[in-house]
Nanobody, 121 residues
Framework: QVQLVESGGGLVQAGGSLRLSCAAS????????MGWYRQAPGKQRELVAR???????NYADSVKGRFAISRDNAKNTVYLQMNSLKPEDTAVYYCNADIIIPGTVWGRLYWGQGTQVTVSS
């Protein structure tokens, strides 16, 4: 079975930084786009950032200039560097990946269980 496991969340003061990691494991042929989503209490889950296999990135307007997504294809891992954190960044952050398994042609989406990020003022 394919699994995505996030790590790196925690409590940080406003203006601080955190680096999230998400590692995919299992029987994997290839991973296409990977991304980070977040969900704050009482709100819908929203896209934070995503990155293609070759490194093309997209960011939500609210995090542009503060967050940076990257990936290490050899490790099947995606990262989210979060700088200048604000209280409104507080949410559960979820990893997402479009993964192709051996014997299939097209990928399907997988989700991690989430990691809590809390930013205090």
């Amino acid at each position: 079975q394919v699994q995505l496991v996030e790590s790196g969340g925690g409590l940080v003061q406003a203006g601080g930084s955190l680096r999230l990691s998400c590692a995919a494991s299992g029987t994997i042929f290839s991973i296409n786009t990977m991304g980070w989503y977040r969900q704050a209490p009482g709100k819908q889950r929203e896209l934070v950032a995503r990155i293609t296999y070759v490194g093309v990135t997209n960011y939500a307007d609210s995090v542009k200039g503060r967050f940076a997504i990257s990936r290490d294809n050899a490790k099947n891992t995606v990262y989210l560097q979060m700088n200048s954190l604000k209280p409104e960044d507080t949410a559960v952050y979820y990893c997402n990946a479009d993964i192709i398994i051996p014997g299939t042609v097209w990928g399907r989406l997988y989700w991690g269980q989430g990691t809590q990020v809390t930013v205090s003022s």
